[in-house]
């Protein structure tokens, strides 16, 4: 078992946390702009170009990797009840205190990916721990399967004014977001990875190519690559997408993967630059960035749009404004919190 960290998956959650701070302040002006009747035809062009080919290698990998992460830790730490409890409950009470200083108290419920991914932690980790590992993990990626197949079906419709069914099932007006059916394929997708990695098995690693070039011509043979209708922002077609675009995501994933660990493997140069990158240093804090961007961006990007009138090339120069101060306080955060720490897995 490895006791080294994995670059690559730093690397891949500093891109993901970074496309997402640029994808969420875009969205809340294309958003605010709307609502109060500000919206420039102009703004709605590049949107679909955010989703189009980013959503698969940025934005919706992020379960997927704290799926490989929560794996790692679990089995290197030889964690107890204990840990699945302070992480998950801590990520369900950062979830709902996001909601509520950024839509108030009519807002709190909002299910969303910090609330999916303690869920995801609660289900797995009698799995991962108590079992041997190969059957543990076997287990919970049947279970993810099992979601999956519920991707884009919304049965037992006269239960759906039920919470439970949103966190489970999906939400038809796409008031929540993340359900289990179809991301809980995506977070086990992330615990078989980390089980690869960690065996340090050369077959399996080698499997993940193949496994994810597969899912990817799947994914893209079916049509259904590229589902997601961006112009509808954070809608059910977004969140409840075909099981073929799920497939794509997890096949994406494992190809980065693979690509990046090999590539860090047999070039040390290339790994230690990566190491002490902006984007690495971004990743290991991305719990804290989303944190700043979710609670600060939004306000910042509504307060701008309430007090200011701007043409379209201002409020460009606004939003790039924006990106760009979260991502510099978003880094001096990752450089503290990466100094003070000292983390031994991924």
Same mark, same amino acid.
């Given at each position: 078992m490895?006791s080294r960290?994995?670059?690559?998956?730093?690397?891949?959650k500093?891109?993901?946390?970074?496309y997402?701070i640029?994808?969420?302040?875009?969205?809340?002006m294309?958003?605010?702009l709307?609502?109060?009747?500000l919206?420039?035809p102009?703004?709605? #062009?590049?949107?679909p170009?955010f989703?189009?080919?980013?959503?698969?290698?940025?934005? &919706?990998e992020?379960?997927?990797?704290?799926?490989?992460? &929560?794996?790692?830790?679990t @089995?290197r730490?030889?964690?107890?009840?204990? &840990?699945?409890?302070?992480?998950?409950?801590?990520?369900?009470?950062?979830?709902?205190?996001?909601?509520y200083?950024? +839509?108030?108290?009519? $807002?709190?419920?909002e +299910?969303?990916?910090?609330?999916?991914?303690a =869920?995801?932690?609660m289900?797995?980790?009698p799995?991962?721990?108590?079992? %041997?590992?190969?059957?543990?993990?076997?287990?919970a990626?049947g279970? /993810?399967?099992?979601?999956?197949?519920?991707?884009?079906?919304? %049965?037992?419709?006269?239960l759906?004014?039920?919470?439970w069914?949103?966190?489970v099932i999906?939400?038809?007006t796409?008031e929540h &977001?993340? %359900?289990?059916?179809?991301?809980l394929f995506?977070?086990?997708? /992330?615990?078989l990875?980390?089980?690869? =990695?960690?065996? $340090?098995?050369?077959?399996?690693?080698?499997?993940?190519?193949p496994?994810?070039?597969? =899912?990817v011509?799947?994914s893209?043979?079916?049509?259904?690559y590229h589902?997601?209708v961006?112009t509808a922002?954070? #809608?059910g077609?977004m969140?409840?997408?075909?099981?073929y675009?799920?497939?794509?995501?997890?096949?994406?994933?494992? @190809?980065?993967?693979?690509?990046?660990?090999?590539?860090?493997?047999?070039?040390?140069? +290339?790994?230690?630059?990566?190491?002490?990158?902006?984007? @690495?240093?971004?990743?290991?804090?991305?719990?804290?960035?989303?944190?700043?961007?979710?609670?600060?961006?939004?306000?910042?990007?509504?307060? @701008?749009?309430?007090?200011?009138?701007?043409?379209?090339?201002q409020?460009?120069?606004?939003?790039?404004? =924006?990106?760009?101060?979260?991502?510099?306080?978003?880094?001096l955060?990752?450089y503290?919190?990466?100094?003070?720490?000292?983390?031994?897995?991924a």
């Open positions: 490895s960290r994995y670059t690559s998956i730093e690397f891949l500093g891109l993901g946390i970074i997402l640029g994808l969420h302040e875009w969205v809340w294309w958003l605010d709307t609502r109060f009747e919206r420039w102009e703004m709605t #062009g590049p949107f170009y989703g189009y080919f980013s959503l698969h290698v940025f934005g &919706f992020v379960p997927l990797l704290a799926g490989i992460t &929560f794996y790692i830790a @089995v730490k030889n964690s107890g009840i204990g &840990f699945v409890a302070k992480r998950a409950l801590g990520l369900l009470a950062l979830g709902f205190l996001i909601n200083l950024c +839509w108030g108290i009519y $807002g709190v419920e +299910w969303d990916v910090l609330q999916f991914i =869920l995801a932690m289900i797995t980790f799995l991962i721990r108590w079992l %041997p590992r190969a059957v543990g993990v076997g287990t990626f279970f /993810g399967c099992a979601a999956l197949a519920l991707s884009d079906r919304f %049965p037992w419709t006269e759906s004014d039920q919470y069914y949103a966190i999906g939400s038809q796409g &977001f993340w %359900p289990l059916c179809p991301w995506v977070f086990t997708s /992330g615990l990875i980390g089980y690869v =990695l960690e065996t $340090g098995n050369g077959k399996l690693f080698g499997a993940l190519l496994a994810g070039l597969v =899912l011509a799947v893209l043979a079916t049509g259904d589902p997601v961006t922002l954070w #809608g077609d969140f409840k997408a075909s099981p675009y799920i497939l794509g995501i997890a096949g994406t994933s494992m @190809v980065w993967i693979w690509g990046l660990e090999t590539l860090f493997r047999r070039s040390e140069p +290339w790994r230690r630059l990566c190491e002490r990158s902006f984007v @690495v240093k971004m990743g290991r804090a991305i719990l804290w960035l989303f944190l700043l961007n979710t609670i600060a961006g939004y306000h910042a990007t509504q307060y @701008v749009l309430l007090h200011f009138r701007m043409t379209f090339p409020a460009l120069a606004v939003y790039l404004g =924006l990106v760009a101060g979260t991502l510099i306080i978003g880094y955060i990752a503290i919190i990466d100094r003070r720490r000292k983390v031994d897995y």
